[in-house]
């Protein structure tokens, strides 16, 4: 196990009874490089909508427990906050709620000339993603294949 999967393993098994508990839902919690910094992030949502309120509270019970727990040795950046309206489909839950709503597919490499797809999801499995293309026509696409999935935004 990488160290990034330990952070993110041992922060998820910390923040899913708190938030639980809150009656939230914990979406996904990231440790990431970006531009030089390292980010623990923590994505929570609920019925209704997450508020600042609701992230500032997970956030010091969080920074608490990582103050304890010293689980982090490089200097890092804490955010809580809500996954945002184009949310990504990572958990088997995500994508179940998410039968029958219009999706975007980002690819690894391209399919066909295009790396990205949208449709309404109509299945899924441990192997694939089968999205019901405008056409009508079901278009397969491999897990592994599968950068990102994410609920359509309609702007």
Do not use: H
């Amino acid at each position: 196990m990488t160290k990034k999967e330990m952070y993110e393993e041992k922060t998820e098994a910390f923040l899913l009874p708190l938030v639980t508990e809150l009656k939230f839902e914990l979406v996904d919690v990231e440790y990431v490089k970006e531009g030089g910094n390292f980010y623990l992030r923590a994505y929570i949502d609920k019925e209704g909508g997450i508020t600042i309120d609701d992230c500032e509270t997970v956030s010091r019970l969080l920074s608490d427990w990582l103050d304890k727990e010293d689980l982090i040795q490089d200097s890092y950046i804490m955010e809580v906050s809500s996954p945002g309206l184009g949310r990504p489909l990572k958990k088997e839950k995500d994508l179940a709620r998410s039968i029958g709503k219009e999706v975007e597919v980002k690819l690894y490499k391209p399919l066909e000339k295009s790396k990205e797809y949208a449709g309404v999801l109509k299945a899924y499995d441990k192997e694939s993603v089968t999205l019901q293309m405008e056409d009508g026509a079901d278009m397969v696409f491999e897990r592994p294949q599968i950068a990102l999935i994410r609920l359509a935004l309609d702007l």
